[in-house]
């Protein structure tokens, strides 16, 4: 099982960023996806998660309105579109795949495959 994440780079404040997660090895459609990121210094912290058919995501408060998860079961690909970002929002950003129920999938206890991370850094 492969989860490969890609877009993270430098952008300003308000700007916007979209970020891939590329699976393969595993049933794509099966999984629950997670987004996951870590600021330096801090622990890991979940960002949202989206359900298996693809119509319902959840949100972590801090980016509730400002970031929105989608995905495309064909391609195996998950998606993080970032916008308004804030300086807080810098970090290394995970996504992650879970069989766990959706509503176990916030903790990242709960998720079977990690890709590597993909670095978002946002300049004040």
């Known amino acids: 099982v492969q989860l490969q994440a890609s877009g993270g780079g430098l952008v300003q404040t308000g700007g916007s960023l979209r970020l891939s997660c590329a699976a393969s090895g595993l049933t794509f459609r099966n999984y629950v996806l997670g987004w996951f990121r870590q600021a330096p210094g801090k622990e890991r912290e979940f960002v949202g998660k989206i359900n298996r058919a693809g119509n319902g995501a959840y949100y972590a408060d801090s980016v509730k309105g400002r970031f929105t998860i989608s995905r495309d079961n064909a391609k195996s690909t998950v998606y993080l579109q970032m916008s308004s970002l804030k300086p807080e929002d810098t970090a290394v950003y995970y996504c992650?795949?879970?069989?766990?129920?959706?509503?176990?999938?916030?903790?990242?206890?709960?998720?079977?495959?990690w890709g590597r991370g993909t670095l978002v850094t946002v300049s004040s």
């Open positions: 992650a795949a879970t069989l766990t129920i959706y509503y176990s999938a916030n903790s990242d206890e709960n998720y079977n495959h």
